[in-house]
């Protein structure tokens, strides 16, 4: 098992930055997978950015370019650097874990654009 805390979401204006947190509650080197995904309201939750043991990295087409997903082994956590955003990234962020069987969440944080 693991727990997942999200930090880092808040308030900001379009075009302007933040930086979400994913800290996992044992060594990151044992999963696989991490992935961030996001929800905005009345929609379905999405991939935003994965990123694997072996260093592979993915983005979904709408947040590449601006987006960079990241991990550090030592801290045991997992990071989203959102660059240049848009009113439309407005949505909860959620942090997940790929350990097989199972997949874990956690709580989520909200980011919000403003236009």
């Known amino acids: 098992q693991v727990q997942l805390v999200e930090s880092g979401g808040g308030l900001v204006q379009a075009g302007g930055s933040l930086r979400l947190s994913c800290a996992a509650s044992?060594?990151?080197?044992?999963?696989?997978?991490m992935r961030w995904h996001r929800q905005a309201p009345g929609k379905q939750r999405e991939l935003v950015a994965v990123i694997t043991t072996s260093g592979s990295i993915n983005y979904a087409g709408s947040v590449k370019g601006r987006f960079t997903i990241s991990r550090d082994n030592a801290k045991n956590t997992v990071y989203l650097q959102m660059n240049n955003l848009k009113p439309e990234d407005t949505a909860v962020y959620y942090c997940?874990?790929?350990?097989?069987?199972?997949?874990?969440w956690g709580q989520g944080t909200q980011v919000t654009v403003s236009s």
């Open positions: 044992r060594s990151i080197l044992s999963i696989n997978v």
């Open positions: 997940n874990a790929g350990l097989y069987p199972s997949s874990y």
